[in-house]
């Protein structure tokens, strides 16, 4: 059975609701004949307007509801969902609310930010629902934290093996090794680290001295594991940040297009 | 010469602590490296980072890391050699150097509490990996925006500035000039347009007084302009036209008021019969309107005869030979009422009907005038003639002509009195024959009067006409809007069409049911959607009277009132 998430929960039931209320809508839109072009400040204009603005703040409240980590009444995954099924609804809902006028104004601004803060949400859906997977695969192996603790020792444990060795030695340790500063960037832009060439080492670990080899082995040994890690680190750091980078435009343009919605609210009563 | 490495440790508690390490060797390996000298355990030095040398030339260092990560003096160095008080910086790392005869000592300062920030550093190394920890919180990121928005978006309008934001749409094409204040229409918050802030500019004396009259008692009627003229909806003025709007009302006109008398009109089928304009009598310049139901009854009174199935057979004998005549030869179009102007005798008539008078003078005309206009033309033609006849012949010299400059010679009253005689005789002849028999009767009505034969004034009198020219001064109707049909098709009675009309009291106006062959309520009939505004002007005067009018100065203030 499938697993269900915000996306399916209760089989689309919320998906089901708004599509249905939406078709109503579309419905009542197009026997709908006012006085003039159809807009805002038509009963039906009102009607959605009042409508929409009530969706806006329930959109908002899920912030709230996301926090109250003790309410019984809903479900966060329930809540989430109609938080999903809601914002995709307002993006025809209020172009139904002013009859598709549109303009270089702030009630415009008020739609385009509500556009926006739809589609990065949509965005951080897809995110949420292609990364489910890949988050789950690295549990058990490991935090980034604990991963940085394990990578530490490797170089560590790397270190030592270079005490009195000959200078052959200390040259090809010196081209295997390299000091790993991770960072967010290269997390995120850079792919992963090529794991060794055995054939190459082979030969190389060939010309050391034979009491030194077994040493050898271990070095590069290491030096896999730490690269091992690295790329462990690099996984875990990039999906964390995709999981919070849209999160960075979500919410500071939802908040735009609240404010934006208020304004729009109190200047068409303002100048009526 | 030996090199020592000291390193100078600041404990917690305030206090240092110095431990040297001697080397007896020339060749020192600095670096990370378990092979190295001098180990440095910190992640950035490379396993072997430098070399530090005693030479010829002094004390020497090398960097070996392959990485350019040394510095002398801050100045990046592969290769130096050193003197007392240089500084060299590597891997993170810092030492001091300091010379003496015998030995050279590399000083490194490290520090407890900073070493413990290096701690809680590493412990951050995770942190510094999410973006929490590159951007602020993405809250207070949405907090600062919020103050931004309402900053440009409410604030700024408020004050008057970025006012256009708020605008829902561009203002119409007449109201632009006013298009930046807007308290010129929206004169207080929260409230509607209202009005009188209209009026600052517009005058209308119309429907909308009866509206107000209507409203007065009925509150609930109460109209505004910009109900029907919106505006913000792009650059032509919004004019409310549905037929429904005007049909709230009129549907069932007579029921908000006992006192309204015209009938209900709930859509365009339901449209009442038209009602024309007729005389009251034939003497009477008052109108009163008649409904084209009861055609049997009605008559145009107008006191002018005109034969139209006459004037529009063919063939008719006109001034230069045969001739057939069109509508529109007298019914001439006027561009600027859509309509036509009025029927003029000098324009229309005047060249198939010539007011000659005398066989024997055929150029000779009298003016289409009153009366004693005609009579005055005919005597002072005859009495020219008369001159002109006398002085030709030079038989009497008793009145002569008087020459510019000259002397005036008295006439004696003999010949004066014989010649008036008969230059009125004459006039008096002509007269008769014009109003009675060759002109003025046919198509007026012509009453003789009781005045003596030797008086200057006319014998007739002549019953003024006003011809109609608009049957229906509450329609209005495009004659050029409907310039492929025929004049007939809607100029006719219920029995004859204008061009089988012989009397002149026949009121050619056709009725509602020609207008619904073509028009409907709406197109999805197959005809021309036609809004009450099609035919009806809501407003009942289209422009204003020359006493409403206004200067430029006066709307100048007008525009002053406004706050501009």
Same mark, same amino acid.
């Given at each position: 059975?499938?697993?269900?998430?915000? *996306?399916?929960?209760?089989? *689309?039931?919320?998906?089901?609701?708004?599509?249905?209320?939406?078709?109503?809508? +579309?419905?009542?839109?197009?026997?709908?004949?006012?006085?003039?072009?159809?807009?805002?400040?038509?009963?039906?204009?009102?009607?959605?307007?009042?409508?929409?603005?009530?969706?806006?703040?329930?959109?908002?409240?899920?912030?709230?509801?996301?926090?109250?980590?003790?309410?019984?009444?809903?479900?966060?995954?329930?809540?989430?969902?109609?938080?999903?099924?809601?914002?995709?609804?307002?993006?025809?809902?209020?172009?139904?609310?002013?009859?598709?006028?549109?303009?270089?104004?702030?009630?415009?601004?008020?739609?385009?930010?509500?556009? +926006?803060?739809?589609?990065?949400?949509?965005?951080?859906?897809?995110?949420?629902?292609?990364?489910?997977?890949?988050?789950?695969?690295?549990?058990?192996?490991?935090?980034?934290?604990?991963?940085?603790?394990?990578?530490?020792?490797?170089?560590?444990?790397?270190?030592?093996?270079?005490?009195?060795?000959?200078?052959?030695?200390?040259?090809?340790?010196?081209?295997?090794?390299?000091? *790993?500063?991770?960072?967010?960037?290269?997390?995120?832009?850079?792919?992963?680290?090529?794991? +060794?060439?055995?054939?190459?080492?082979?030969?190389?670990?060939?010309?050391?001295?034979?009491?030194?080899?077994?040493?050898?082995?271990?070095?590069?040994?290491?030096?896999?594991?730490?690269?091992?890690?690295?790329?462990?680190?690099?996984?875990?750091?990039?999906?964390?940040?995709?999981?919070?980078?849209?999160?960075?435009?979500?919410?500071?343009?939802?908040?735009?297009?609240?404010?934006?919605?208020?304004?729009?609210?109190?200047?068409? *009563?303002?100048?009526? | 010469?030996?090199?020592?490495?000291?390193?100078?440790?600041?404990?917690?508690?305030?206090?240092?602590?110095?431990?040297?390490?001697?080397?007896?060797?020339?060749?020192?390996?600095?670096?990370?490296?378990?092979?190295?000298?001098?180990?440095?355990?910190?992640?950035?030095?490379?396993?072997?980072?430098?070399?530090?040398?005693? #030479?010829?030339?002094? %004390?020497?260092?090398?960097?070996?890391?392959? #990485?350019?990560?040394?510095?002398?003096?801050?100045?990046?160095?592969?290769?130096?050699?050193?003197?007392?008080?240089?500084?060299?910086?590597?891997?993170?790392?810092?030492?001091?150097?300091?010379?003496?005869?015998?030995?050279?000592? %590399?000083?490194?300062?490290?520090?407890?509490?900073?070493?413990?920030?290096?701690?809680?550093?590493?412990?951050?190394?995770?942190?510094?990996?999410?973006?929490?920890?590159?951007?602020?919180?993405?809250?207070?990121?949405?907090?600062?925006?919020?103050?931004?928005?309402?900053?440009?978006?409410?604030?700024?309008?408020?004050?008057?500035?970025?006012?256009?934001?708020?605008?829902?749409?561009?203002?119409?094409?007449?109201?632009?000039?006013?298009?930046?204040?807007?308290?010129?229409?929206?004169?207080?918050?929260?409230?509607?347009?209202?009005?009188?802030?209209?009026?600052?500019?517009?005058?209308?004396?119309?429907?909308?007084?009866?509206?107000?009259?209507?409203?007065?008692?009925?509150?609930?009627?109460?109209?505004?302009?910009?109900?029907?003229?919106?505006?913000?909806?792009?650059?032509?003025?919004?004019?409310?036209?549905?037929?429904?709007?005007?049909?709230?009302?009129?549907?069932?006109?007579?029921? %908000?008021?006992?006192?309204?008398?015209?009938?209900?009109?709930?859509?365009?089928?339901?449209?009442?019969?038209?009602?024309?304009?007729?005389?009251?009598?034939?003497?009477?310049?008052?109108?009163?309107?008649?409904?084209?139901?009861?055609?049997?009854?009605?008559?145009?009174?107008?006191?002018?005869?005109?034969?139209?199935?006459?004037?529009?057979?063919?063939?008719?004998?006109?001034?230069?030979?045969?001739?057939?005549?069109?509508?529109?030869?007298?019914?001439?179009?006027?561009?600027?009422?859509?309509?036509?102007?009025?029927?003029?005798?000098? #324009?229309?008539?005047?060249?198939?009907?010539?007011?000659?008078?005398?066989?024997?003078?055929?150029?000779?005309?009298?003016?289409?005038?009153?009366?004693?206009?005609?009579?005055?033309?005919?005597y002072?033609q005859y009495a020219q003639i008369a001159l002109g006849l006398e002085n030709?012949?030079?038989?009497?010299?008793?009145v002569? #002509?008087?020459?510019?400059?000259?002397?005036?010679?008295?006439?004696?009253?003999?010949?004066?009195?014989f010649a008036r005689?008969a230059i009125l005789?004459e006039a008096?002849?002509?007269?008769?024959?014009?109003?009675?028999?060759?002109?003025?009767?046919?198509?007026?009505?012509?009453?003789?009067?009781?005045?003596?034969?030797?008086?200057?004034?006319?014998?007739?009198?002549?019953?003024?006409?006003?011809?109609?020219?608009?049957?229906?001064?509450?329609?209005?109707?495009?004659?050029?809007?409907?310039?492929?049909?025929?004049?007939?098709?809607?100029?006719?009675?219920?029995?004859?069409?204008?061009?089988?009309?012989?009397?002149?009291?026949?009121? %050619?106006?056709?009725?509602?049911?020609?207008?619904?062959?073509?028009?409907?309520?709406?197109?999805?009939?197959?005809?021309?959607?036609?809004?009450?505004?099609?035919?009806?002007?809501?407003?009942?005067?289209?422009?204003?009277?020359?006493?409403?009018?206004?200067?430029?100065?006066?709307?100048?203030?007008?525009?002053?009132?406004?706050?501009?």
């Amino acid at each position: 059975m499938r697993e269900e998430t915000f *996306f399916n929960y209760r089989n *689309f039931k919320w998906m089901w609701v708004h599509l249905i209320a939406l078709t109503v809508i +579309l419905i009542i839109y197009a026997l709908h004949d006012p006085v003039g072009e159809p807009a805002g400040d038509t009963w039906l204009g009102y009607f959605l307007g009042v409508l929409a603005a009530a969706g806006m703040t329930g959109l908002m409240w899920y912030a709230i509801r996301k926090r109250a980590y003790y309410s019984s009444q809903t479900t966060l995954k329930g809540a989430l969902a109609v938080h999903l099924w809601l914002g995709l609804s307002l993006s025809l809902l209020v172009p139904l609310h002013c009859g598709f006028s549109f303009g270089m104004n702030v009630h415009t601004l008020a739609y385009v930010l509500m556009m +926006l803060t739809i589609l990065t949400g949509v965005w951080g859906a897809i995110i949420y629902l292609s990364m489910a997977k890949e988050i789950g695969s690295h549990r058990g192996k490991g935090s980034v934290k604990e991963l940085l603790e394990k990578l530490t020792l490797t170089s560590t444990a790397a270190d030592s093996l270079t005490l009195k060795k000959s200078a052959t030695f200390i040259s090809l340790a010196q081209k295997l090794d390299f000091n *790993f500063h991770p960072t967010l960037r290269d997390a995120v832009f850079e792919g992963e680290i090529l794991a +060794l060439d055995q054939s190459v080492l082979a030969r190389q670990i060939a010309e050391l001295n034979t009491d030194e080899q077994s040493d050898a082995v271990k070095f590069i040994g290491i030096v896999s594991r730490k690269i091992e890690l690295i790329n462990l680190i690099r996984q875990e750091v990039k999906a964390q940040f995709w999981m919070k980078a849209w999160l960075y435009l979500h919410v500071p343009l939802a908040c735009l297009s609240y404010a934006a919605l208020l304004i729009h609210i109190i200047s068409v *009563f303002y100048y009526r | 010469m030996r090199i020592k490495h000291t390193v100078i440790i600041g404990r917690k508690n305030g206090q240092t602590e110095r431990v040297t390490q001697d080397y007896s060797k020339d060749v020192l390996v600095v670096g990370r490296g378990g092979n190295s000298d001098i180990i440095m355990p910190q992640n950035r030095v490379a396993l072997e980072h430098l070399i530090i040398s005693l #030479r010829e030339a002094g %004390l020497g260092i090398t960097d070996t890391s392959g #990485r350019k990560d040394l510095y002398v003096n801050d100045a990046l160095v592969s290769d130096a050699i050193l003197k007392s008080g240089d500084k060299i910086r590597f891997g993170g790392i810092e030492f001091t150097v300091n010379m003496s005869a015998d030995y050279c000592e %590399l000083v490194e300062n490290r520090s407890e509490v900073q070493e413990d920030k290096i701690e809680e550093a590493a412990t951050l190394s995770t942190e510094r990996l999410t973006l929490r920890y590159r951007l602020p919180d993405f809250w207070r990121i949405g907090a600062w925006g919020i103050i931004a928005i309402f900053v440009i978006y409410f604030f700024l309008p408020i004050v008057g500035v970025n006012k256009g934001s708020w605008s829902s749409g561009p203002i119409s094409n007449n109201h632009k000039m006013i298009e930046q204040d807007c308290a010129a229409c929206h004169s207080s918050p929260f409230s509607a347009v209202e009005d009188k802030a209209c009026m600052t500019c517009h005058v209308m004396t119309d429907h909308s007084e009866k509206l107000a009259r209507l409203a007065s008692h009925r509150s609930d009627l109460k109209m505004r302009c910009a109900e029907c003229h919106g505006e913000h909806d792009g650059n032509h003025a919004s004019i409310e036209k549905s037929a429904e709007s005007c049909a709230s009302c009129h549907g069932d006109i007579r029921s %908000l008021d006992p006192e309204i008398r015209i009938e209900n009109v709930p859509n365009f089928q339901g449209h009442p019969e038209f009602k024309v304009d007729l005389y009251k009598a034939s003497d009477s310049s008052e109108t009163v309107q008649k409904s084209l139901t009861n055609r049997s009854e009605l008559k145009d009174l107008t006191p002018i005869k005109l034969n139209h199935k006459v004037h529009l057979a063919p063939d008719l004998n006109g001034p230069d030979g045969s001739t057939t005549l069109e509508c529109a030869d007298c019914h001439r179009p006027d561009p600027a009422t859509k309509s036509f102007k009025p029927i003029s005798f000098e #324009r229309d008539c005047m060249s198939c009907h010539p007011l000659s008078f005398d066989e024997r003078l055929p150029q000779a005309q009298v003016p289409h005038g009153e009366p004693n206009e005609v009579f005055d033309s005919l005597y002072a033609q005859y009495a020219q003639i008369a001159l002109g006849l006398e002085n030709s012949k030079g038989e009497d010299d008793s009145v002569t #002509r008087t020459k510019p400059g000259g002397t005036v010679e008295r006439a004696t009253s003999k010949g004066v009195d014989f010649a008036r005689a008969a230059i009125l005789r004459e006039a008096r002849q002509a007269e008769r024959e014009l109003f009675t028999k060759t002109a003025c009767q046919l198509c007026h009505q012509v009453t003789e009067l009781d005045i003596k034969e030797n008086e200057n004034q006319s014998k007739f009198a002549v019953a003024k006409p006003i011809i109609p020219n608009d049957w229906m001064p509450g329609a209005i109707f495009s004659h050029p809007a409907h310039d492929e049909v025929k004049c007939e098709e809607c100029h006719r009675t219920d029995k004859v069409t204008v061009r089988e009309s012989e009397s002149t009291e026949d009121v %050619l106006m056709s009725g509602i049911k020609d207008c619904q062959l073509c028009h409907a309520d709406n197109h999805k009939a197959g005809k021309v959607q036609s809004e009450c505004v099609m035919c009806h002007s809501f407003h009942d005067s289209i422009g204003l009277s020359h006493s409403d009018k206004r200067s430029f100065a006066d709307l100048a203030v007008s525009l002053n009132k406004l706050g501009r």
